[in-house]
């Protein structure tokens, strides 16, 4: 087994996924209280 050397890893991608995934949960988010507020503005 190979010696692990914490900080060797490159994670260049798993960053930019992450980063993408944070940005469309952020997206999502915002869509669905946006749709919540409408609904709650229309029925009103």
């Known amino acids: 087994m190979a010696d ?3 900080g060797e ?3 260049s991608v798993q960053e930019k996924t ?3 995934f944070m940005s469309m949960s ?3 988010a915002m869509v669905i209280v946006a ?3 409408f ?3 229309v029925n009103a």
């Open 4 to 6: 692990h050397k914490h």
């Open 9 to 11: 890893m490159d994670i």
């Open 18 to 20: 992450f980063a993408g």
């Open 26 to 28: 952020a997206k999502a």
């Open 35 to 37: 749709v919540l507020i």
């Open 39 to 41: 609904m709650a503005l």
